[in-house]
């Protein structure tokens, strides 16, 4: 037999792995055991003797619980292996995709200057993929079953440090190339308090979000990250001006308020609306108007993160401007971690005070598919973080954000059906008008 051809090999592979994706991670899902029907219905023909029809639904009862019993155990293990092909298929397709891109601005540094913009909008592409990966990546860390479940505040520990100690160290070695250290030098009080106060913002943040995600669909709740540009013109034209007048402050922030930005706002609140009606529809526990009230879960959660989100971009924008990026990314991400580490010790200490739990929260990191997800999650947001700064660096934040949150809000949806088995029909009418009304407002 001559070689296979790659197509037939995507071919033949794609949609068995699409199925294996989708039922391994569709929510509720129980496998299929064989014998398992047999409890619906009596198997032997029906006879007067009594005795004998006990016998048997009680030899059948036997046999189906161990059957089940078998079949979710051998469930658990497949499902620990999909988590780790998924969480490797989905960092290296980011990781091709950073590659191909940085290759291609490479190739672009030879024409003219006017392609500046679209090296900017390839670099927001990446981050547009970045953040629902790692999105996915956090619900399966935060949805795991049995004894392999993980608490989000260990989850954003765990993840902080890795991160922080990574880019402390890359911190390190790239100041000691050019003979110089960035921890010599004297940091002004103002960067640190803005260090204290940008971090326990984030711990909520990133705790939040990961609750949100383990609670809710992502299909559902990623949405309503597309009222953070709301919540920034909101703060920024309302809030801020009044808060600089009352304390003294000199603000440069200036209320505008246009057509098109009113348009956006509005475009953006009726699709969470309808997207919120749609789903308490497919509920079926609510009609009438009391529909639209209904919200899924862990919208709440992200709802208080864009809010959150207008603090912290001043907060770090004025941190920034008085030490690098990298050097800030490194000492928030520690206290992050010191912050979520300490919360989670109190928390345990008054739920299990001397039982010893506690001493094993951070124990999955020695289990391996806990463990490439948690590395992977870290590659895939240093990446993310990584290609904001450059897309930023080449255009403007407003159309990076644009792109971000409009097309992030439609990868979300298709990652959502890919990875957790979600439904999205009936759902696409209410996200085109969210992520239409993302571009309105930011463009």
């Known amino acids: 037999q001559g070689a296979e051809r790659p197509s037939d090999l995507v071919h033949r592979f794609l949609p068995l792995t699409t199925r ?54 051998r469930s658990f293990r497949m499902l620990l292996e999909r988590r780790r092909s998924i969480a490797f298929g989905l960092t290296l397709l980011l990781a091709l995709t950073a590659i191909s891109t940085d290759a291609f601005e490479q190739g672009c540094k030879l024409l003219p200057a006017s392609s500046t913009h679209f090296q900017g909008l390839c670099w927001s592409s990446v981050a547009v993929v970045g953040k629902p990966v790692g999105s996915v990546l956090r619900k399966m860390l935060a949805t795991g079953r049995a004894d392999d479940a993980i608490g989000h505040s260990e989850q954003v520990a765990v993840f902080s440090l890795i991160q922080g100690l990574a880019v402390l160290a890359y911190c390190f070695f790239a100041h000691s190339e050019k003979n110089s250290s960035f921890m010599l030098l004297p940091l002004p009080m103002g960067f640190w308090a803005a260090l204290a106060a940008s971090s326990a913002l984030n711990a909520v943040i990133k705790t939040s979000e990961t609750r949100a995600y383990a609670i809710g669909e992502m299909s559902l709740i990623s949405p309503f990250l597309a009222l953070e540009p709301v919540m920034q013109l909101l703060v920024g034209a309302l809030l801020m001006p009044a808060l600089c007048g009352l304390c003294g402050w000199h603000c440069a922030e200036v209320a505008s308020f246009s057509l098109r930005r009113v348009l956006g706002v509005c475009s953006i609140v009726l699709g969470m609306l309808s997207l919120s009606s749609v789903k308490a529809g497919q509920n079926g526990t609510l009609s009438g108007q009391k529909r639209i009230r209904k919200l899924p879960r862990g919208s709440g959660l992200i709802m208080l993160n864009c809010f959150l989100y207008t603090f912290t971009y001043r907060i770090d924008a004025m941190a920034i401007g008085m030490a690098s990026s990298t050097c800030y990314l490194a000492f928030s ?23 010893g739990e506690s001493e094993s929260r951070f124990a999955f990191m020695l289990q391996a598919s806990s463990a490439s997800c948690m590395l992977a999650l870290c590659f895939v947001d240093t990446v993310y973080i990584l290609s904001m700064y450059r897309a930023v660096s080449l255009i403007s934040p407003v159309f990076v954000s644009a792109v971000k949150r409009g097309g992030g809000v439609l990868i979300s949806a298709l990652l959502g059906a890919l990875c957790f088995g979600e439904r999205i029909g009936g759902r696409w009418q209410p996200l085109l008008p969210i992520a239409l009304g993302v571009v309105a407002l930011c463009a």
């Open 20 to 73: 294996m994706i989708a039922s391994g991670y569709a929510p509720g899902y129980r496998p299929r055991v064989v014998g398992v029907s047999a409890a619906r219905g009596h198997p032997f023909p029906n006879n007067n003797n009594d005795d004998n029809r006990n016998d048997n639904k009680n030899d059948n009862s036997n046999n189906n619980s161990n059957s089940i019993s078998a079949g979710r155990g």
């Open 333 to 355: 991400r520690l206290l992050v971690a010191a912050l979520c580490m300490t919360a989670s010790s109190v928390r345990h200490s008054f739920r299990r005070a001397g039982s």
